[in-house]
C-alpha cells in the first residue's frame, strides 16, 4: 500500500504561483512514476503532469510553459511548481503513484487531493 499526501493547495489571484507538494509512503518501491492530475467542478479529472522515474515528464498542453513537475526520489516527493496561474487552473489536484507490485500488478494510489482557486 502508498499513501499520498499533497499540501500546498490555497487561494491565489491570477498570475499568481502556488507550489504543490506530495509525498509518499508505504510501499514506495513500485512506484515507477508520480503525477499530477485535477478535477474542477463538473469536469472529469485530467492528467496535469507526470514525470517518471528516470526524470522523463509530460504535460497538459494548456500549463505547458506554466507548470513544473519534478521529483525527489530520495525524500520520495513529487513537486508541482504553478506559475502564471489562471482562473481556469482552479480545481482540486490529486497526487497519483503509478506502479508495480507484486501480486496486485499494475495499479494506481491517490492522494485525497488539494484545493487550488484561482480568482481573476
Known amino acids: 500500500q502508498v499513501q499520498l499526501v499533497e499540501s500546498g493547495g490555497g487561494f491565489v489571484r491570477a498570475g499568481g504561483s502556488l507550489r504543490l507538494s506530495c509525498v509518499a509512503s508505504?510501499?514506495?518501491?513500485?512506484?515507477?512514476?508520480m503525477a499530477w492530475y485535477r478535477q474542477a467542478p463538473g469536469k472529469q479529472r485530467e492528467l496535469v503532469a507526470k514525470i517518471t522515474n528516470g526524470g522523463g515528464t509530460n504535460y497538459e498542453d494548456s500549463v505547458k510553459g506554466r507548470f513544473f513537475i519534478s521529483r525527489d526520489n530520495i525524500k520520495n516527493t513529487a513537486t508541482l511548481q504553478m506559475n502564471s496561474l489562471k482562473p481556469e487552473d482552479t480545481a482540486v489536484y490529486y497526487c497519483?503513484?503509478?506502479?508495480?507490485?507484486?501480486?496486485?500488478?499494475?495499479?494506481?494510489?491517490w492522494g485525497r487531493g488539494t484545493q487550488v482557486t484561482v480568482s481573476s
Open positions: 497519483n503513484a503509478d506502479g508495480f507490485w507484486t501480486p496486485v500488478g499494475n495499479y494506481k494510489y
Open positions: 508505504g510501499s514506495i518501491d513500485g512506484i515507477t512514476s
